[in-house]
């Protein structure tokens, strides 16, 4: 079975560039996080999403990230204008909230904004 | 208040023998679920075990088992018989049933010394 899928894996751009990160979940799954890690604030919650609604975006920095979730197995990240603050590991992770619960998380995508 | 304290930032423990890692909780919510994962030095994020605030007996799952201890709100996790492979970071998390919201604690770096 496929786990969750993020890309790009990797990701460097210039400071005022769009960056769009992209995340399918696990088929099934009805729930949707994104996690942001640093060495700094360790795994912070972004955003999450609940049969494609947003239920808190209280951890979103400021109105630079945006999140959509158009389907249940698509969901977006976008930071417009980045800053190389945001640089940073971003882990898309989906779980069924019916069952334990638990989170399967994708690879991450390791953004460097210079 | 914190959701989840890991108060052990970084830990030793020799190979073959065990070690706890703490974790404790805080809830209102009666149903919550408490889970642990690893993060080895790839960065992945990997499942450990799961612990159902109703649950009556431990979790266990191979060489990992949960303390659980609801009137402490604590949910230390065992590792016995430590392998070289077990050094990595290690999250506890929680999620409160209601709004299906994960937390995770800031971490603790396992390091098993040959």
């Known amino acids: 079975d496929a786990g969750v899928i993020q890309s790009p894996r990797h990701e460097v751009t210039e400071m005022g560039q769009e960056v769009t990160l992209r995340c399918k979940p696990i088929s099934g799954h009805n729930s949707l996080f994104w996690y942001r890690q640093t060495m700094m604030r360790g795994l912070e919650l972004l955003i999450y999403f609940n049969n494609n609604v947003p239920i808190d975006d209280s951890g979103m920095p400021e109105d630079r990230f945006s999140a959509k979730m158009p389907n249940a197995s698509f969901s977006t990240l976008k930071i417009q204008p980045s800053e190389p603050r945001d640089s940073a590991v971003y882990f898309c992770?989906?779980?069924?909230?019916?069952?334990?619960?638990?989170?399967?998380f994708g690879e991450g995508s390791r953004l460097t904004v210079l | 208040a914190q959701k989840i304290t890991q108060t052990q930032p970084g830990m030793f423990v020799q190979e073959k023998e065990a070690v706890t890692l703490d974790c404790t909780y805080d809830t209102s919510d009666p149903s919550y679920g408490l889970f642990w994962y690893k993060q080895p030095s790839s960065g992945e994020m990997i499942f450990l075990i799961y612990?159902?605030?109703?649950?009556?007996q431990n979790a266990t799952e191979g060489r990992y088992s949960l303390n659980f201890q609801k009137a402490r709100k604590s949910a230390n996790l065992v590792i016995s018989a430590s392998q070289l492979g077990d050094s990595a970071m290690y999250f506890c998390?929680?999620?409160?049933?209601?709004?299906?919201?994960?937390?995770f604690g800031s971490g603790t770096k396992l390091n098993v010394k040959p």
């Open positions: 612990q159902g605030s109703y649950d009556q």
């Open positions: 998390a929680m999620r409160e049933a209601g709004f299906n919201k994960f937390y």
């Open positions: 992770a989906s779980s069924l909230r019916e069952n334990t619960g638990e989170l399967f």
